[in-house]
């Protein structure tokens, strides 16, 4: 079996290259077809009042609308063509594709989060290709690009929140959301999401505090356009108050659901003839008023109709309304189709990747996926009380690229694995709870297996070490799910938080040190880091060991990411990160998890009684311990329990090309991976086993 080696940094660049040429070249192909003019909307009217001298004013008269939309935009084209002239796009054309190259490394950040780099760097080149954020990050001077990349950046800033409680990142992160609302009114659908981040997370009181500072810098952002709107309008209004008229297209007696009617035409012209000349020769306050009443009277009238159409808008946010493609007549109908039925599989990988999430996630990113799904489904609500069109969805394409390129993923069952399960399976039937010829401490346990358990799962329970030995990540890759012992005491000393590596002055210690003064009886996963200048150390000295071992450049890159690029403060934490980034070298699959995940035991119990009790709760009917458990498991309890006990056997190991001779089995992964980079498993026990079964 062999693992692809990846460079993430060189890999990413090639598929941000990519998005570039892509959106450049359809940029030229419009130009060259259009007599040169990019294609602008309503912002631009609104910046060229500006750059006039006539203020913030949509239309050509002063009757014309002087609070619409949200503000950041227009200024912002404002802006860029005060520096290039008002017919110069050249500024506003090199943001926007700085903006979608930001948004291709944005997502990417994010992605390798939550599923890994090979995930990342699908979703990234899907970003880079999907035919909306292409067209819209290229000719189109439209605020999609920036509501798209803000958007991401909500959700990446979010992240890196939970993982390190900072103040300068939410102060990143309430400036990403005011602006984010000032660009698109729309994006008040990420608070449901922020709220429930607020109330979910265990540390309550850093979380609350890092969510006030958000939400303080939020309302900061959104002050003085609040302020500039009372002093035109004489009023508070929070955003806009067109926001009746928005309501009002997708809801009244002949809408679609959309902001065109049925024969392509704007909404206004299905109204009433008395209805059109009321607004034509009304004020802005009195337009937003009329919009208002009638909208209001019609849900008044039909609240269950109201129901059933804001129902179907919300199928359609996620699907196409009747009106697609009308606003866009210059692309051929074959590639709207086309467009469709891509769309359609990219839909179906997108739910089976979200369901593959909580599936084989662990409960911390499992959050994160929620988190996402809300703002999803908020997102598609907000829409469907207004209305929808087709382009309303690219705000959540990139979470739909990253969740399908996560489903094709696990759609790929390697033929190793495929063999593994056929031999569960067999093992299943024949009720023996005992894989890869391991020696069961009692067949008697097996035999007593219920017979309603048509799948055998084998689990371990271990506590989490830094960088481990070779056997620890054989013992990973033999169980279908791997928990994390981490609610229990710290030991000092252990492996906990330390390891060794190969030198030339033979073996060396590389220790986290950690806060333990004082604190005899804290848990693992209490225990933080008391020098953040420990990683530095580290990665000094693995340079100045493995620097030339065979493969250690093609790995470089991520440890080194690994090391300088960590901030987190707790021990359990920084373990994890390297233990899943190892496991992602050498292609284990295993589902990894806490002990905190499942709920506590009922009052405090014995070592093997918890064991069994996290067995159960997990759902295994079986467990493989490591040989030193020997001395204090207790086989009769897990007999009783009808659990199977086996242990894996550490002896054996073959020898590689290691650096600095003797040869010595007792030292971190690291040690391997660099020295035989893809050939690494061919010295684990359960890689060469599973070959076998």
Known sequence: METKVIKPRKALLWIAALGLLVRVGVLLFYLATHQGRVETWEYENIARNLLDGKGYLLGDSPAGSRSFGSSLFPFLSYGLHWLGGKENFVPFLCFQLALSLGLIGLIFRFSRR?????????????????????????YRVHEMTLAVFLTVAVVELLAALRESPRRRTAVALGLAVGLGILTRATALAVLPMLALWAFLERDRKRTLACALAAGGVVLLTLLPWTIRNYLVDGRWTFLSPNWSETFWRGNNPTSTG??????????????????????????????????????????????????????????????????????????????KGAYQVLYGGLLLMAAVGWMAAFR????????????????????????????????????????????????????????????????DAKRATQQKAEWFRFHSVSAKATQQT?????????????????????????????????????????????????????????????????????????????????????????????????????????????????????????????????????????????????????????????????????CKRAGASSYLSGPAAREYLEPKRFEEAGIGLSYFDYSG???????????????????????????????????QQEAQA
Not at 115 to 135: D, K, N, Q, S
Not at 384 to 406: D, Q, T
């Open 450 to 614: 219920p017979l309603f358990q048509q799948t055998a799962k084998r689990v371990a329970i271990v506590q989490s070490n830094y960088i481990p030995w070779k056997g620890y990540f054989d013992l990973i890759h033999s169980v279908d799910e791997f928990i994390l012992y981490d609610d229990v005491q710290y030991t000092r000393r252990d492996w906990r938080n330390r390891n060794r590596i190969k030198t030339k002055q033979g073996v060396s210690w590389l220790t986290i040190p950690v806060s333990v003064k004082g604190r005899y009886l804290q848990k693992i996963h209490e225990t933080t880091v008391s020098d953040p200048g420990w990683s530095s150390r580290h990665w000094r000295a693995i340079g100045h060991s493995y620097s030339r071992a065979p493969f250690f450049r093609s790995y470089k890159e991520l440890f080194e990411r690994l090391y300088l690029g960590c901030r987190e403060s707790a021990l359990s934490r920084i373990n994890r990160q390297f233990l899943e980034a190892i496991c992602e070298i050498l292609g284990i699959r295993t589902r990894i998890s806490w002990s905190g995940d499942y709920d506590p035991p009922p009052g405090e119990l014995e070592k093997s009684e918890r064991l069994i009790y996290l």
């Open 258 to 335: 959309s902001n065109l009617t049925s024969d392509g035409k704007p909404m206004i012209d299905a109204a009433p003839p008395e209805f059109q000349q009321r607004v034509l020769a009304a004020q802005e306050q009195e337009r937003s008023r009329l919009f208002k009443e009638q909208a209001l009277g019609y849900v008044a009238a039909s609240p269950l109709e109201f129901v059933g159409r804001c129902a179907k808008k919300f199928l359609y946010f996620w699907w196409f309304p009747p009106t697609y493609g009308m606003a866009y007549a210059e692309i051929p109908g074959l590639l």
């Open 114 to 138: 939550l599923f890994g780099e090979r995930v990342a760097l699908w979703t990234a080149c899907g970003v880079a290709l999907e035919p909306g954020l292409v067209l819209f990050g290229s």
């Open 653 to 687: 190991y073959p020898e590689y090309n290691q650096p600095y001779p003797p040869f010595e089995h007792y030292v971190s992964v690291i040690d391997l991976v660099f020295s035989e980079g893809p050939d690494a498993v061919r010295y684990m026990k359960s890689f």
């Open 360 to 423: 084989f996630l662990d409960a911390d990113r499992r959050l994160l996926v929620i988190y996402l799904s809300v703002l999803a489904f908020a997102t598609a609500s907000l829409h469907a009380l207004v209305y929808v069109e087709g382009r309303h969805k690219l705000v959540l394409m990139p979470f739909l690229l990253m969740f399908s390129a996560f489903g094709m993923r696990n759609l790929r069952v390697p033929a190793g694995r495929l063999l593994k399960k056929a031999a």
